[in-house]
């Protein structure tokens, strides 16, 4: 199956840092990407929804200067926690969106982040 | 506004037991239903579910659709310590390009 692969696995920064977080899609084009967060024994929320060349459209409480996106090519798209806070740890996952035959979404592996 | 509700929220239960996983869902232009198992990272891809009344089966694991009624169930038989996770169901839109989640159903299944 597809698969979709998020940098880096787990990262550990101090408030008020940037982090930037990877996500590709290895063995096919994705035209769509969506970010995910998920605390501690909840479910995903969705954040925002990433397409490829254009802006990304943010869901309802998530600031996007905060959360900032980018979809840069077809196989990439990223997001950077700005000024982190220790709120903002949490575990991000990715997904990627194979509009081909089978419209399937394939999830990354997940990203830990940490803010001291 | 689209809405996936699971139920219960948590169920322990012993090696051996079935277990029944409920999911209802109010889903815009909805297409397909689908769920996922997870444990310490992303979710793993369990059922897809397009249509109503085919039950899908994978060793132990089946769940079937009732597009009529709104719901999903996801059964387990003859479960394993290996099955405690947490499982998460998603209503996809047409296009199956949006996933609403559910907020999951943690099994704990004891020795």
């Known amino acids: 199956g597809a698969v979709v692969s998020q940098h880096p696995s787990r990262v550990i920064c101090k408030s008020g840092t940037s982090v930037k977080i990877e996500c590709r899609s290895l063995?096919?084009?994705?035209?769509?990407m969506f970010w995910y967060r998920q605390f501690p024994k909840q479910s995903l929320m969705l954040m925002a929804t990433s397409n490829e060349g254009s802006k990304a459209t943010y869901e309802q409480g998530v600031e996007k200067d905060k959360f900032l996106i980018n979809h840069a090519s077809l196989t990439l798209s990223t997001l950077t926690v700005t000024s982190a806070h220790p709120e903002d740890s949490s575990f991000y996952i990715c997904s990627a969106w194979d509009a081909g035959i089978f419209h399937e979404q394939y999830f990354g592996p997940g990203t830990r982040l940490t803010v001291t | 506004e689209d809405k996936v509700v699971q139920s219960p929220l948590s169920l322990v239960v012993h090696e051996g037991d079935t277990v029944t996983l409920n999911c209802s869902y109010e889903?815009?232009?909805?297409?397909?239903l689908l769920w996922y198992k997870q444990e310490k990272k992303a979710p793993t891809f369990l059922f897809m579910l397009?249509?109503?009344?085919i039950e899908k089966k994978s060793g132990r694991l089946s769940s079937i659709l009732d597009k009529k009624e709104l719901f999903s169930i996801l059964n387990i038989t003859a479960t394993q310590t290996g099955d405690s996770a947490v499982y998460l169901c998603?209503?996809?839109?047409?296009?199956?390009?949006?996933?609403?989640f559910g907020g999951g159903t943690r099994l704990m299944v004891k020795p």
């Open positions: 889903v815009t232009n909805f297409r397909s």
């Open positions: 063995d096919f084009q994705a035209t769509t």
């Open positions: 998603a209503g996809t839109n047409n296009a199956g390009n949006m996933l609403t």
């Open positions: 397009t249509s109503s009344g």
